[in-house]
């Protein structure tokens, strides 16, 4: 499956936005769709995940400001960031699991402070 991620942008600490992850093909039975981030001159990490039951999971980073989202009639998986923080800041990229591990190419969000 092909994945696009759009949402991206500049936002002052503090301030909110919300990533989609465009899928080209159903989602409905992907076992898990993802977020991962990966900041200048670091290692991409987990950022969130929701099966294909609705559960969610979460990075300690990120808990309680994050929440991911999946919509199964639009083939699309959100993010919704809130109370950012300039370490947020990185490349974020959308993962889907299903046997096979597709990526999207990422949406930069930058964080000031």
């Known amino acids: 499956v092909q994945l696009v991620e759009s949402g991206g942008g500049l936002v002052q600490a503090g301030g909110s936005l919300r990533l989609s992850c465009a899928a080209s093909?159903?989602?409905?039975?992907?076992?898990?769709m993802g977020w991962y981030r990966q900041a200048p001159g670091k290692q991409r990490e987990f950022v969130a995940h929701i099966t294909s039951g609705g559960r969610t999971y979460y990075a300690d980073s990120v808990k309680g400001r994050f929440t991911i989202s999946r919509d199964n009639a639009e083939n699309t998986v959100y993010l919704q960031m809130n109370s950012l923080k300039p370490e947020d800041t990185a490349v974020y990229y959308c993962?889907?699991?299903?046997?096979?591990?597709?990526w999207g190419q990422g949406t930069q969000v930058t964080v000031s402070s």
């Open positions: 993962k889907a699991v299903y046997g096979n591990d597709d």
């Open positions: 093909s159903s989602i409905f039975s992907i076992n898990i």
